[in-house]
T-cell receptor
């Protein structure tokens, strides 16, 4: 599994885009980049994943650099409900095992 | 569709006792994973079951065990509880197919006194 590095915390203004960086310089060719988030006192929630191409869904966009050494999760219009710890995970499919790191604590302020 | 449910939500036990936690996955999901979350260690993978078979296991002592039933419901058991077992225990289900898109339950908060 790839070692991922994320900033420990970030602040974001409500209504603005939140850009969450993740470094995964050791990622191998068959390892996906997954993003999950955990709102306080709840279970983690899947956000998005990608391999090489940029991905977008109703929650967020994932931008992966061409060399795949880093990625950015973009929350286009942050709301107070987006306050959570965001986890970036780089790994292959491994039978239900997700390797969570420390994540980034994102606080969205009014 | 109903989400992943875990029972009980809160539990208080004393050292040396054993505990069984239950998880009901989303209908149609055949894979169930268990995680332990503590402030010091974060989220750590315990084990995963698919079609009643344990396919993957994390680095936890043998006191932690689990099983899965034919309806995909799963239980985990912790025997001879220690103070350090106090944690939030999370269950997640998935289709068990290629991608690691897992759906987590709300967790069971276990306190060991």
């Amino acid at each position: 599994d790839a070692k991922t590095t994320q900033p420990p915390s970030m602040d974001c203004a409500e209504g603005r885009a939140a850009n969450l960086p993740c470094n995964h310089s050791t990622i191998s060719g068959n390892e996906y980049v997954y993003w999950y988030r955990q709102i306080h006192s709840q279970g983690p929630q899947y956000i998005i994943h990608g391999l090489k191409n940029n991905e977008t869904n109703e929650m967020a966009s994932l931008i992966i650099t061409e060399d795949r050494k880093s990625s950015t999760l973009i929350l286009p219009h942050a709301t107070l409900r987006d306050t959570a710890v965001y986890y970036c995970i780089g790994q292959t499919d491994s039978w239900g095992k997700l390797q969570f790191g420390a994540g980034t604590q994102v606080v969205v302020t009014p | 569709k109903a989400g992943v449910t875990q029972t009980p939500r809160y539990l208080i036990k004393t050292r040396g006792q054993q505990v069984t936690l239950s998880c009901s996955p989303i209908s149609g999901h055949r894979s169930v994973s268990w995680y332990q979350q503590t402030p010091g260690q974060g989220l750590q993978f315990l084990f995963e079951y698919f079609s009643e078979t344990q396919r993957n296991k994390g680095n936890f002592p043998g006191r932690f065990s689990g099983r899965q039933f034919s309806n995909s419901r799963s239980e985990m058991n912790v025997s001879t509880l220690e103070l350090g077992d106090s944690a939030l225990y999370l269950c997640a289900s998935s289709l068990g197919a290629v991608y690691n898109e897992q759906f987590f339950g709300p967790g069971t908060r276990l306190t060991v006194l």
